[in-house]
């Protein structure tokens, strides 16, 4: 019984208002998408930005 390792991928964090691709990181793969308040650079402000896969 061997167990299968998920492997991290990258996924990028992309600005709600803009569409820009601010922020990458890597993660396991499963369970909810990340959705996390950052600084968007192109808007100068604190945005909600949504997890994607490129």
Not at 29 to 47: A, V
Request: charged residues 45%.
């Amino acid at each position: 019984m061997a167990k299968s390792k998920k492997k991290a991928e990258t996924i990028f964090l992309v600005c709600d208002e803009c569409g820009d691709y601010n922020y990458s990181l890597k993660r396991k793969p499963g369970g909810e998408k990340l959705r996390l308040k950052k600084y968007c650079p192109r808007l100068r402000k604190h945005t909600n930005h949504t997890e994607k896969k490129k």
